[in-house]
């Protein structure tokens, strides 16, 4: 009956420690994952290489900064179009500005997540806990729409 009691006791306890032990790495935001990996450092390095290219050119956005927080890498991206550009396109297409936004902010996800869950890098990185957001704004500045990803499909 000791045995017993003791082996529950032991269990318990490790139990609690493990747990303990979990929280604590969770507290900063820079180990959301079991493994004990610091995001917070992957992320300091993915900006500094990523930031050597910059600015990067892709059509009508450029990647003007990118910038980690804690386990988040976060890239600003300006539009070429102006608010009238993107007003006129959705008076075109037959919709509001906001609904333009809400479908071009669906297919910009889509693409993230088709371009970079093909990528060994970001498919780990995101599959560890850290997080790229893409905060896309009008040439003059004001803030268009924020793509957020932070797990590829499968995850």
Known sequence: MR????MLTTAASLLLLTSANATDYKD???YPNVTQVNMCDHADRIVE???KDLPVVNGT?????????????????????TRADIAAMAKKSDQTVDELKANWSD???????????TRQLFIAFVGLGGTYEYNY??????????????????D
């Open 3 to 6: 045995l017993k009691t003791l």
């Open 28 to 30: 900063d935001g820079c």
């Open 49 to 51: 290489a990523w930031s």
């Open 61 to 81: 956005t450029t990647t003007t900064e990118v910038h980690a927080n804690g386990a988040v890498v976060a890239a600003s991206m300006k539009l070429s179009q």
């Open 107 to 117: 297919i910009m996800s889509e693409s993230v997540t088709e371009s970079g869950c």
């Open 137 to 154: 704004y009008y040439n003059d500045g004001g803030l268009f729409a924020t793509i957020i990803q932070s797990k590829c499909p499968g």
